[in-house]
């Protein structure tokens, strides 16, 4: 069996659905926003957000560990599509880099 491309998904990382709230700090005023992280793969990341942000725009992401034997995800992210609701805002984000 080839397990190379056995998932449904033909992506390089499968995507972990998730609920989990993610602290984003945004430009050079680091005005911060609490948000939704939908999904989340090896390259990127889905987030939802109460307030627009841009195409393009790097953003630090801080997405905490849900259990004790799991670090938190502190990342920078660079927003590559957007789709917006009547009252939320849904991006989909590359991770450009990991803090540690």
Partial sequence: ?????TYDEKRDFIRMRM???IRLVVGAQQRELN????DL?????CIEVDEPLNVGEEILAYLPSQQEQFAPLHA???INRQK????SYEYGAVITR???
């Fill in 84 to 87: 917006v609701d009547l009252d």
């Fill in 19 to 21: 609920d989990a709230p």
């Fill in 35 to 38: 948000g939704r992280c939908i």
């Fill in 41 to 45: 793969s090896g390259t990127g990341m």
């Fill in 1 to 5: 069996m080839n397990l190379k491309r």
């Fill in 98 to 100: 990991i803090i540690a």
């Fill in 76 to 78: 920078a992210i660079r």
